[in-house]
Nanobody, 125 residues
Framework: QVQLVESGGGLVQAGGSLRLSCAAS????????MGWFRQAPGKEREFVAEITWSGNSPYYADSVKGRFTISRDNAKNTMYLQMNSLKPEDTAVYYC??????????????????WGQGTQVTVSS
């Protein structure tokens, strides 16, 4: 079994930055891709960003493009989400996820096999 643990969430003022980490552990871990999703109160979980095993061609939701950067360090089994210019509407629980299978994209939650427990990000105005 694979475990994913997020960290780095917290409270920040609008315009500030946070860096989320997602550490993978368990049996030999190899994922086709990893991604970040978020869920605000009363809303559905939404896609934020994805990155393949090679790290090439990351993809972002329009709402975070130009402000967030996804990256991964396969040697450390860790994925990151650098979040800059944060806005109050970025407030949500952020989840990392890992997918075993290969797809053309990874923008739907159903494509992922493993999920972390989530980390709260709160952006004050």
């Amino acid at each position: 079994q694979v475990q994913l643990v997020e960290s780095g969430g917290g409270l920040v003022q609008a315009g500030g930055s946070l860096r989320l980490s997602c550490a993978a552990s368990g049996r030999t871990f190899s994922s086709a891709a990893m991604g970040w999703f978020r869920q605000a109160p009363g809303k559905e979980r939404e896609f934020v960003a994805e990155i393949t095993w090679s790290g090439n061609s990351p993809y972002y939701a329009d709402s975070v493009k130009g402000r967030f950067t996804i990256s991964r360090d396969n040697a450390k089994n860790t994925m990151y989400l650098q979040m800059n210019s944060l806005k109050p509407e970025d407030t949500a629980v952020y989840y990392c996820a890992a997918a075993k299978s290969y797809y053309t994209n990874y923008r739907r939650a159903g494509m992922y096999d493993y999920w972390g427990q989530g980390t709260q990000v709160t952006v004050s105005s």
